[in-house]
């Protein structure tokens, strides 16, 4: 998947990530051009998957090798999602 098939995310400011048992916000992730291209794989996640699951996010990293340091904060929430087993709801703010 190249930038072209992406989702358009232009209106997105940041994305609020939510999980554990509670489903309490986690982190979020702020739009810059340092990270524009990781929340345009979590966003094509969530929606294409609803929630971002274990099996989603190695799909996600799959996406993101090619991405050099552009997918590093994207990278970082993914493999954690791995690691604790857990999903993550996705919300976008405008």
Not at 4 to 13: K, R, W
Not at 51 to 75: K, N
Not at 78 to 89: G, P, T
Request: overall charge negative; charged content about 20%; aromatic content about 4%.
């Amino acid at each position: 998947m190249d930038k072209e098939t992406l989702p358009n995310i232009d209106h997105i400011q940041k994305l609020l990530l939510y999980g554990g048992p509670s489903a309490q916000l986690q982190q979020e992730l702020v739009k810059t051009t340092d990270t524009e291209f990781s929340v345009a794989i979590l966003y094509q996640l969530a929606l294409r998957h609803g929630v971002i699951s274990p099996t989603a996010a190695r799909e996600g990293l799959a996406l993101l090798a090619t991405a050099g340091t552009a997918g590093d904060s994207g990278r970082k929430i993914l493999e954690q999602v791995i690691a604790d087993s857990d999903f993550l709801a996705v919300r976008a703010m405008r």
